[in-house]
């Protein structure tokens, strides 16, 4: 993947650091699916096409990344081996994978973290935070305070849900080269499942937490913009601590805010690009095959190859595949098929 050296808004006007000649898209080529329209803001990239996605890339790595998820005691232990034995499967055996939780693993959870390298830590919020503001929003708390915490830094961070997500390939294999310390955040389908053009402006809920958080200027300023899922995100070092600082201060500002409403608006109101620079801010489509939304996208676009993985249009794997119990009759199923947990037995 490399990227033009200025950033370019899908709908940016010609003129913001682009070359392109008037009426004509500051991308080129022009991004499948995107339309340029007049509006304002350069603070971002959308990756152009060709893309070259984690599937198509080859080689190991010596990155010490780290992906940091979190998962309660009571989520569904089925749930926790597609998302660990997924990602011991895809990623380097280098990469660090660590669950937050809130207690301690015991019995078939436990051997199964021990058997794959999983880590572990007990995290809880403070009372007054737990009080005041929405359950999704603790999180973002508590990764931050992780981060705050480690006294070696980490080359990238993927910060991921847990109990919705299997991996398909190494997504880091994206943080290379002048790509190394960007952040990357992932949209959702465009046009989407219930028929809207997958813009914020369009999609109810997020219309809706956006609003509640930001009142109709904020709506104004982004509703344009296709939605980004909060649910995954990954970025170099300083860029993660850097997203998370502003995720937890935005969300504790006012209780009303949702974490979903705020990642969407700081990635397209221009607050996050301020904040990770000199790291570059890139907005991935879902066409490009990194990470599957399946929420958001229509039935007959969740498409699975002769193996059983998800594929982009171009047939490629999805490096990752988020909210794949969306899909309760097809893709669901299979997983806890194919990640399925024997008892473990100590006989010889």
């Not at 737990?130 to 508590?142: C, F, G, I």
């Not at 209780?255 to 790291?279: E, R």
């Amino acid at each position: 993947l490399h990227l033009p050296e200025h950033s370019a808004h899908h709908n940016a006007p010609v003129g913001k650091g682009t070359s392109a000649k008037e009426g004509e898209c500051p991308l080129s080529p022009e991004c499948p699916h995107l339309a340029c329209k007049d509006q304002q803001g350069t603070h971002f990239q959308v990756v152009p096409p060709p893309f070259v996605a984690p599937h198509r890339i080859s080689g190991g790595t010596s990155r010490r990344n780290l992906i940091l998820g979190m998962a309660t005691h009571n989520i569904e232990l089925d749930r926790i081996a597609v998302f660990v034995r997924s990602a011991r499967r895809a990623v380097a055996p280098s990469t660090t994978i660590m669950i937050l939780t809130d207690v301690y693993a015991n019995g078939t959870r436990a051997e199964l973290f021990e058997e794959l390298g999983v880590q572990e830590t007990v995290a809880l919020v403070a009372d007054d935070v737990a009080s005041k503001y929405h359950p999704n929003s603790h999180r973002w708390v508590l990764l931050r305070d992780f981060l705050r915490a480690q006294k070696v830094p980490y080359d990238a961070v993927l910060f991921t849900d847990v109990r919705d997500v299997v991996f398909q390939s190494d997504p880091f294999a994206l943080m290379t080269g002048p790509n190394s310390s960007s952040l990357f955040t992932f949209r959702e389908a465009s046009p989407a499942r219930r028929g809207e053009d997958g813009t914020i402006g369009t999609e109810q809920r997020n219309k809706g937490w956006v609003l509640k958080c930001f009142g109709e200027e904020g709506l104004k300023l982004i509703q344009h913009n296709i939605v980004s899922c909060a649910g995954v995100t990954m970025g170099g070092w300083s860029a993660s601590q850097a997203y998370l600082s502003l995720m937890v201060e935005t969300i504790l500002s006012k209780s009303s805010c949702i974490d979903q409403g705020v990642h969407n608006y700081l990635v397209y109101g221009g607050k996050l690009a301020t904040a990770i620079a000199p790291s570059s801010l890139v907005v991935v489509p879902l066409e490009q095959g990194v990470v599957a939304q399946v929420q958001s996208m229509p039935p007959q676009s969740v498409v699975r190859n002769k193996i059983g993985q998800v594929v982009a249009p171009d047939g490629a794997p999805f490096a990752i595949v988020h909210q794949y119990d969306r899909s309760k009759h097809r893709f669901q199923p299979q997983l806890l098929k194919q990640y399925h947990l024997l008892a473990l037995s100590r006989e010889p």
